[in-house]
């Protein structure tokens, strides 16, 4: 079974979320968005489109987005198939969140890792 097929987002949080967006736009030229963050659209080697997009966002450091997770980072990775791997995680002893979403954006589940940070498990909505 595969288990992580690739980087889905990545989200920080900051004391100071709106300089510091202001400040990757200004020197990176990441293009910050009103929402907070950037999506960057995969490319084949190419640089044609290709399905899939991988977020980049700075929260609210006050916010408590990554509990109980202990870092003031977490990493979205992509699966093919979440539920079964929530299965096999559990399975495996992992400590893993009683919560399963699932919306219009796809399926999420949570894993805290052993040195306490929150991991965020996406599974993309079809051809996404």
């Known amino acids: 079974m595969k ?11 900051s004391p100071d979320p709106v300089t510091l967006r202001a400040w990757y736009q200004a020197h990176l030229g990441i293009d910050v968005q009103e ?8 490319t084949d080697t190419e640089g044609k489109p290709s399905a899939g997009t991988t977020i980049w966002t700075v929260g609210d450091a006050t916010s408590n987005s ?5 870092a003031p980072f977490m990493v979205n990775y992509r ?6 791997l ?9 400590n893993v969140l009683d919560r399963i979403d699932e919306s219009e954006y796809g399926k ?5 890792d052993p040195d306490g940070n929150k991991l965020e498990l996406w599974e993309p909505p079809a051809g996404q």
């Open 3 to 13: 288990r992580v097929t690739g980087i889905g987002g990545i989200f920080f949080n």
């Open 35 to 42: 929402w907070g963050g950037a999506a960057f659209t995969w």
């Open 66 to 70: 990554f509990a109980p997770g202990s």
């Open 79 to 84: 699966v093919a198939d979440l539920h079964a």
């Open 86 to 94: 929530v299965q096999v995680l559990r399975e495996e002893g992992c």
């Open 108 to 112: 999420f589940a949570w894993v805290i």
